[in-house]
């Protein structure tokens, strides 16, 4: 089963920033599409930014920019740098391959509060 870990998250006032990180324990990563999704309270978990494995990015409406996502296939991590946060940015946020099902299983996510 692989292992994604994200961190990065916390408590930030609108117009903040914030840097995610996602690690992977896989053996091969490079090959893949990544992507970061989020899931709101009450809310399903929806797509965020994605990114190939030639470095080609898209990205939700609603975070375009604004969030910017890139990776490191030797450290075998993707970031999800997040400028200018809005309250509607609030959710957890989670890593995995593109597309769904991904690698089958979830991290624990990251929770991003953006609050006042």
């Known amino acids: 089963q692989v292992q994604l870990v994200e961190s990065g998250g916390g408590l930030v006032q609108p117009g903040g920033s914030l840097r995610l990180s996602c690690a992977a324990s896989?053996?091969?990563?490079?090959?893949?599409?990544l992507a970061w999704y989020r899931q709101a309270p009450g809310k399903q978990r929806e797509l965020v930014a994605t990114i190939t494995s030639g470095g080609n990015t898209n990205y939700a409406d609603s975070v375009k920019g604004r969030f910017t996502i890139s990776r490191d296939n030797v450290k075998k991590t993707v970031t999800l740098q997040m400028n200018n946060l809005k309250p509607e940015d609030t959710a957890i946020y989670y890593c995995n391959k593109y597309p769904s099902p991904g690698w089958g299983n979830w991290g624990q996510g990251t929770q991003v509060t953006v609050s006042s």
């Open positions: 896989v053996r091969i990563f490079s090959i893949y599409a």
